[in-house]
DNA sequence: GTGAAAGCGCTAACAT
DNA sequence: ATGTTAGCGCTTTCAC
């Protein structure tokens, strides 16, 4: 090994010294700038190699006012629906260079406001909210903030700034619409009970409205407990359900995870799927599409959600202080399987 | 509203001079210094409020070269095991202010190599790589880097720095083991054979030790495709399999996700589980508790990884310049299930 | 308990 | 094509 043994923090200046030249000098020959001599530049790359240096983006972050970073706000990277936001938005940010900052706020507002002041504290170019429930403070924060605020997985009614989302609400409603059209009329709704998962108070919600405008009984909802809820809940809900509403038809569940659940319950208990009940979940994860019978979900494309924020923030970073918050609405698509007739 | 229309940045300079203090005392009072007048120190966050003030990180970041940083890497944050990882890491980071740097590899190790080099200039306070497989250049900067390294998911013969890892290789042969126990004799292995996922070549050179270890035939090796390889692969590949070895008795996959798709495509062929062919997969993950059968697996402890690394390298922050690289190993654990007999 | 001076490493702006 | 000066906003250090 020829590395020097006591390591010096090597700044630009110790390189400019190196080779008779300013720090001024070793800056442009590292941005590639065009007014600098071709040999002067390959010198300075090649002693900067030799003595290991590293760019200090905290220096260069102050100075310009300007670093690169992308806050992002999830309820938890585990779930495999925000995890694919999370990629495809990372996946396009880091083609240009572009740092996310990613922070879980395990369901909770408290510690979402928490985090957010730590986020904004590193002086990011742009923020990404999962959902649209925010404490008093958080929106206070964000509001005055003068960078990009993107709220995403929802449309809410009171934006902070822009939105990539779809409606949570609409897209269950269509999900009763279907049920109804194929002869089912005691539906009953599993989840989204808690006001820390707002989607699923969201999706909750487009069961009712739609139960109500086909003039059915919205009144079969089952708690399934607090976010995030999961396979163990759906199959305790399912209990619940028939110990109640015997005779419900269909069963319309917060998600996938959920919806499995209760399938695994059904077979333990006899209840054929479809025949006796249609069951479907939200969300599309690849546990509806395996488990017998497959199930009916909704894909939201969260994948999708990812790269287009992406989209919009690179345009938004590249534009000077353009105009109106932009609202771009997805189209989730309702993916018809087994567990329906 | 009463926020002032236009906003300029607000320093601690400005909280000073609107208080007739300097920048110094408003300075103390953010860090709850113990030095400090009570009365003078709620002033001062009290008007901090007023005008809005949000401390700049970037120059304190520059002033103390402390970022509060740590940078990991991981092939895709997609895969439900490392978002595990990820996810139990940044939880116990983010309680103490440090800050997730995350970037995804793509299973590349050229990417993994521009990603270092931009998260290094970031001035991370520690550094956690997924996998022991790095270019030579990423290698390099990486030895000579002044701060903790960590490469997790492994157990690298010549490490970097720290490990929290496993044997993928042992914990396969264990796996073989298992099956010869219960009596299977003709095994093969799916997946494994490219260079972009070090973690199924591991388990594929387990699967050939352990085989020539009870003197069977260990080449019915059967590739997958490039990593990341999932259900599809998985189908295909029992397709192949059978084609050119059809009296094996046994079916050892790189991943749960890889054995479902052999197992979905056995139901369709009329193979039988575990009577005509047993089947493991690898990496405990959800599909393989809810399919049918369930499968036999090896259950990594994706998350303990996450949080076992966590307190390393809060330990490591701790003491200054502690001594010799550590070595944290996880035991893989045998999870038995039907689809083995 | 508070302040003044200096500087972290880089780069905008202005020279030459 | 290159150099000089100043300063980004904070905090270390020393002074009082």
């Known amino acids: 090994m020829k590395t020097p043994s006591v390591k010096r923090k090597v700044k630009m200046a110790d390189i400019g010294a190196a080779l008779g030249v300013s720090a001024m000098t070793v800056s442009r020959a590292f941005k590639g700038d065009a007014g600098i001599n071709a040999r002067t ?42 995890s694919a936001t999370v990629r495809d938005l990372t996946k396009r940010l880091q083609k240009k ?34 959902g649209a429930q925010h404490s008093q403070r958080t929106r206070a924060l964000l509001t005055n903030v003068q960078i990009p605020v993107v709220e995403i997985w ?51 919600a487009g069961f009712v409205e739609a139960m109500e405008r086909h003039g059915l009984d919205a009144t079969r909802l089952i708690p399934a407990g607090s976010a995030p809820v999961g396979m163990t809940e759906g199959a305790a809900g399912l209990d619940l359900l028939l110990d109640q509403y015997p005779d419900t038809d269909g069963l319309l569940c917060v998600s996938d995870l959920v919806a499995f659940g209760a399938l ?43 790269s287009r924020t992406a989209d919009l923030i690179l345009d938004l970073l590249d534009a000077p202080a353009e105009g109106a918050a932009q609202r771009h609405v997805i189209q989730p698509d309702l993916i018809l399987r087994r567990s329906t007739p």
């Open 97 to 130: 260079n572009l740092q996310i900052l990613l922070a879980n706020t395990e369901y909770d507002p408290a510690e979402e406001e928490r985090l957010i002041v730590q986020l904004l504290r590193r002086k990011p170019e742009a923020v990404v909210l999962t």
């Open 41 to 82: 530049r390959a010198a300075i790359l090649a002693k900067a190699d030799e003595l290991g240096y590293v760019f200090d983006a905290t220096a260069s972050n102050l100075r310009k006012s300007r670093t690169g970073f992308v806050a992002i706000t999830v309820p938890s990277v585990e779930n495999a629906n925000f």
């Open 264 to 306: 695994a319950q059904c077979k333990r208990r006899g209840v054929r799927v479809p025949e006796d009940l249609a069951v479907s979940g939200y969300g599309n994860y690849e546990i509806g599409r395996v488990c017998e019978p497959p199930l009916t979900t909704i894909d939201v494309h969260a994948g999708q959600i990812g």
């Open 154 to 204: 929802d449309l809410p009614e009171q934006p902070l700034g822009h939105v990539v989302g779809f409606s949570n609400r609409t897209s269950m409603s269509g999900l009763v619409d279907h049920m109804v059209r194929t002869g089912r009329r005691r539906l009953a709704f599993l989840g989204g009970e808690t006001a820390n998962d707002p989607r699923g108070v969201q999706r909750r």
